[in-house]
Structure formats: structure tokens, C-alpha cells
């Protein structure tokens, strides 16, 4: 399944073959670590998103791989005129974007089940928005103790939850 799925994602045969390979040893390494919870998905899920990420990194790394053939595969693939390669960088870029949003939308669907909409908005108008403490406080009806309370309370959560996340959001 796994080769099929790069096959149609237009790689080559041998890329195919090395990249579900690479999929099959990092499913292993994440199983014998315990990075698999099936609490929180479907085993055919979370393969399938290190299959993704195998194909997005073999991409973005353009490097030609060696098939079992010992030859150089991806030749023809890395040999792009240079307006393909601008349109692949843009496209890159996008999909950047769209991870880092998709990451941002899951930790901001994590934190209102944590906080209180309330504090989640004291923190986004001090922090993202910027404004002072006086205008947020009157804005939201709150002192501005509570208001400096509650954008401590979300950035200190922030902090401590982030980089886990964002390292098993990677995986």
C-alpha cells in the first residue's frame, strides 16, 4: 500500500520502493518508542502521516535516492528547468504555511479546552494585538490584575505544552 500510494504521488519505481522503506523503519522506530497512541487515532492514520512526511521531506531535500539497483534514481527528476523550480519553491512555501496554520489551529483547539474563552482573549489582545493592559482590561470588564493574571496564566500553559506539542505535531 504503501509503495502504491508513492507511485501515485509520481515517484519513480525505485523511489517508491525506498521511500516506503524509510516509512516502514520509522513506523517501527515511533512503535518501539511509544509515539503511537491509539487514543488519540487510528494506527492507519498515523502512518499514513509519516508516510506524508517522508514524501515531504524526500521532496523538499531534492536529492536523488539509490535504488536497489545500486544506479542513481531521480535523475531525470532533479534535472528541472529553473521557472519549475520556482514553481516548486512557491508551492513549498504554501505548504509551509498551511502546516504551521494547521499546527496553530490544533494548539489553539487544545487551549480552549483548557482556559476560559475569556482568558484565551485577554491573551491574544495583550500578546498578538498588542495593546496595553488598560485598553484589554476596560475591553474585556475585567481589573487589570485580572487581565495580567490571565495572559500570564495561557503563556506560562503556552511555554510548558508548546514544544511537546509542536515536536509530536512534527512526528
Request: hydrophobic share 40%; proline share 2%.
Amino acid at each position: 500500500m504503501l509503495k502504491r500510494y508513492f507511485r501515485k504521488s509520481n515517484c519513480s519505481e525505485h523511489i517508491a520502493t525506498d521511500l516506503a522503506q524509510d516509512t516502514i523503519q520509522k513506523v517501527a522506530e515511533g512503535l518501539c518508542q511509544g509515539r503511537f497512541e491509539r487514543d488519540k487515532g487510528r494506527l492507519r492514520d498515523w502512518i499514513g502521516g509519516i508516510a506524508r512526511n517522508v514524501l515531504y521531506n524526500h521532496r523538499r531535500k531534492g536529492r536523488p535516492m539509490t535504488g536497489a539497483d545500486g544506479l542513481r534514481t531521480g535523475f531525470w527528476e532533479s534535472r528541472e528547468d529553473p521557472a519549475a523550480a520556482d514553481e516548486v519553491l512557491a508551492a513549498d512555501e504554501r505548504f509551509d504555511a498551511i502546516w504551521v496554520r494547521a499546527r496553530l489551529s490544533a494548539l489553539i483547539r487544545l487551549a480552549s479546552k483548557t482556559f476560559e474563552l475569556r482568558d484565551l482573549r485577554c491573551y491574544f489582545l495583550v500578546e498578538i494585538r498588542k495593546l496595553p493592559i488598560k485598553v484589554v482590561a476596560q475591553r474585556t470588564g475585567l481589573s487589570e490584575t485580572a487581565v495580567y493574571q490571565k495572559r500570564r496564566k495561557v503563556a506560562a500553559w503556552l511555554l510548558a505544552i508548546g514544544p511537546r506539542f509542536i515536536s509530536r505535531w512534527e512526528q
